[in-house]
């Protein structure tokens, strides 16, 4: 493991020594490798561009996303920071490394909108876009280029295999009845959360050495200690489940259409989030929260209803309101 990682660091130190003017922009960048802003984009592109571009994007964007959290923990590998005093944590991580989230979800997310839009221009621009969302995730110092590349390759095969089964696959479940079309996006969500657990439990024996809980704890003092062995897919799956039924029953309904004039996709977008906010952030103040089958479980349907709104319930509230 460390000569498959310290091959990186010299990379990280070089990237660093450019100069700490560097800073805001990398953080900028790194920002639009985030999930909090691929679901600001995601929902905008169901709402105001292409909704079957925009539903086939989250899909693999949750999808990715699972994935990577489940590698994460199962590989067990360091960020830079908590093994090396020659680099600068310029952000706090608290997960393991492999493979980069950024860079996975750059790649499956970005990757499936320039397959979408099918033009030389976007084609370049979003793959430099995931370019450099990548390099600055080793400028801050949270990720070894052996995660980057891994992002790559994983987030790589993901979007290969959306592309390559997506039309066979919407095929065979259009045919099927609305229950069975309703049952398969929660069957699947069940089944990455009884992936997650399969892992938390084969990795549970694992101790994170304390080398790097100090070193985060020195660099980031206003941080908890970091927690790698948390692991989290019951967001991702719950919102998986509540896109993907969302769009079946968008498909059955069939009256909503995307387009229309910059005021109206305004309004749209605008209406949409504050949909998002009251759903997200007001369950979460109602419902109760920990780790129980009764947290977990109403945890499970306020991620869903999320996926549900943006898939459904917010274009049903678009056309009503004459808004598309």
Not at 54 to 66: C, D, E, K, P, Q
Not at 112 to 135: D, E, N, Q, T
Request: charged share 15%; proline share 5%.
């Amino acid at each position: 493991m460390d000569t498959a990682l310290l091959w990186g660091l010299p990379v990280i130190e070089w990237l660093q020594g450019l100069g700490t003017f560097l800073v805001t922009p990398m953080k900028v960048l790194s920002f639009f490798g985030t999930e909090e802003f691929f679901l600001l984009v995601m929902p905008g592109v169901v709402w105001c561009v292409d909704a079957w571009l925009g539903l086939r994007m989250g899909l693999v964007l949750l999808t990715s996303a699972s994935f990577n959290s489940l590698l994460k923990v199962l590989v067990g590998w360091p960020r830079p920071f908590w093994v090396s005093d020659g680099v600068t944590a310029y952000a706090f991580e608290s997960s393991y490394g492999l493979p980069s989230g950024h860079a996975q979800n750059s790649m499956a997310l970005w990757g499936r909108m320039a397959a979408g839009l099918r033009r030389k221009g976007w084609v370049i621009g979003l793959g430099l876009l995931i370019f450099l969302i990548s390099v600055s995730r080793l400028y801050l110092a949270v990720h070894f280029p052996s995660d980057v590349l891994a992002g790559w390759l994983v987030g790589g095969v993901v979007l290969i295999l959306f592309l390559w089964l997506e039309k066979p696959v919407g095929a065979w479940i259009a045919r099927r009845p609305l229950g069975v079309q309703l049952l398969i996006p929660f069957v699947v969500a069940l089944v990455i959360i009884a992936k997650g657990m399969w892992v938390s439990g084969v990795t549970a024996d694992r101790l994170v050495p304390q080398e790097w809980v100090t070193r985060s704890t020195a660099a980031f003092l206003d941080e908890p200690p970091i927690s790698p062995q948390d692991l989290d897919v019951v967001s991702s799956a719950a919102t998986l489940f509540g896109l993907g039924a969302g769009g079946v029953l968008l498909h059955r309904w069939g009256k909503f259409n995307a387009s229309g004039s910059f005021n109206a996709r305004a309004a749209r977008f605008a209406l949409g989030l504050v949909g998002v906010v009251l759903i997200y952030f007001g369950l979460r103040v109602i419902l109760p929260v920990g780790d129980g089958l009764l947290p977990q479980s109403l945890r499970f349907v306020r991620y869903a209803l999320v996926g549900l709104w943006v898939a459904y319930l917010a274009p049903r509230v678009f056309v009503r309101l004459k808004l598309a």
